[in-house]
C-alpha cells in the first residue's frame, strides 16, 4: 500500500511537471506569423497541444488567434504578466490593448486586476472570453485597440 501511494504521488508530480509552460528555445518562430518569439519577452506565449507538444507566438494577440483557430487540439495556453515577466494561464488573464506590440497593435496580460486597470489609465479591460476573432482583426488592420464592435473602447468600462 505505501509503494502504490508513492508512485500515485511521484505520477501526479510528473503529470503536473508536464502541464508548465516552457522557455522557448533560442530562435523558436511564432506558429502564426514566424516571427522569432523571443523579440519582446513580455509578449512571449505558447500553447501546449493535446498531444504533448509546445508551440510559440510572439505575441497574445497570436496565441488567442492560434487558440480560437485551434481549440480542440490545445490544452493549456500561458501568456506573460506584463509587470513581471512570470507566465501565467491565459484564460485567467486581464487584457489591455496597446499600439505598440512585436507587429504593431496588440494586447498585454496581466493576472492582477488592479495592475491591469492602472495600466490601462482608463481604457478597457479585457478577461479571456472577451477577446474574440473580430476583437483579434481590429488589432491585426492597425486599430490598436480603438475600436471593437463598433464601440470606442477607451470609453468602454
Not at 501546449?48 to 494577440?61: F, W
Not at 506584463?82 to 512585436?102: C, H, L, M, Q, T
Not at 496588440?106 to 492582477?112: E, K
Request: charged share 25%; hydrophobic share 40%; with cysteine.
Amino acid at each position: 500500500m505505501r509503494y502504490a501511494s508513492l508512485i500515485f504521488g511521484m505520477l501526479a508530480l510528473f503529470v503536473l511537471a508536464f502541464a508548465q509552460p516552457k522557455d522557448p528555445p533560442k530562435g523558436t518562430r511564432c506558429v502564426v506569423c514566424g516571427m522569432d518569439v523571443n523579440m519582446m519577452p513580455k509578449f512571449t506565449s505558447q500553447l501546449k497541444l493535446k498531444d504533448g507538444k509546445y508551440v510559440y507566438t510572439e505575441s497574445p494577440k497570436h496565441a488567442i488567434q492560434y487558440y480560437l483557430k485551434n481549440k480542440d487540439r490545445v490544452s493549456q495556453i500561458w501568456v506573460k504578466d506584463f509587470s513581471n515577466g512570470r507566465w501565467i494561464d491565459a484564460k485567467r488573464a486581464y487584457y489591455v490593448a496597446v499600439d505598440e506590440g512585436p507587429m504593431g497593435p496588440d494586447i498585454v496580460a496581466f493576472r492582477s486586476l488592479v495592475k491591469a486597470k492602472k495600466f490601462a489609465k482608463g481604457k478597457k479591460v479585457f478577461k479571456f472570453k472577451d477577446i474574440d476573432a473580430e476583437f483579434l482583426k481590429h488589432l491585426e488592420m492597425g486599430h490598436g485597440g480603438m475600436k471593437h464592435g463598433g464601440h470606442n473602447m477607451k470609453h468602454m468600462h
